[in-house]
């Protein structure tokens, strides 16, 4: 990549749509960057990677304000970790929060596919847990 290249190049070399590249300059991510003489977007190789490491931190599930504290962390290389290492513990607990609403979810799908296939829709077992939800085996899924 050459020092300084356009959103298009910047999307297909990090894999972030063009629209996405701009929200996250919206929402201050990703600085501004240069303009040509045209007033088109230009960027360096700082900004590529800092796409990189933003698409990474999405693919495994971090919210924009996460996102935004790790790069204002990694922008000071010679902090503690421990900050980091807080952030990445609570995500930690929201996906495993997240996996057992899931699971009880998933008990609960395959409770009523199991018991649901017999006779009239009248008696459908999907159709009676769907409507009431005190026939469910549990409150919060």
């Given at each position: 990549m050459s020092s300084s290249v356009p959103i298009g190049t910047v999307s297909r070399e990090?894999?972030?749509?063009v629209p996405?590249?701009?929200?996250?300059?919206?929402?201050g991510l990703l600085p501004s960057p240069a303009r040509t003489d045209s007033n088109r977007r230009s960027y360096d190789a700082a900004a590529v990677q800092r796409l990189r490491?933003?698409?990474?931190?999405?693919?495994?599930?971090?919210?924009?304000?996460?996102?935004?504290?790790?790069?204002?962390?990694?922008?000071?290389p010679d902090r503690s970790c421990a900050e980091v290492d807080g952030i990445a513990r609570s995500h930690l607990k929201e996906i495993d929060e997240k996996i057992a609403r899931l699971t009880a979810l998933r008990q609960e799908v395959q409770r009523m596919v199991d018991e649901g296939?017999?006779?009239?829709?009248?008696?459908?077992?999907?159709?009676e847990v769907?409507?009431?939800?005190?026939a469910c085996l549990h409150d919060a899924h």
């Open positions: 990090t894999g972030i749509k996405t590249i701009r929200y996250y300059e919206e929402v490491f933003i698409r990474h931190a999405r693919e495994l599930g971090f919210e924009v304000e996460a996102i935004r504290q790790l790069l204002t962390l990694s922008d000071q296939a017999h006779g009239r829709v009248a008696e459908c077992r999907v159709i769907l409507g009431d939800h005190t």
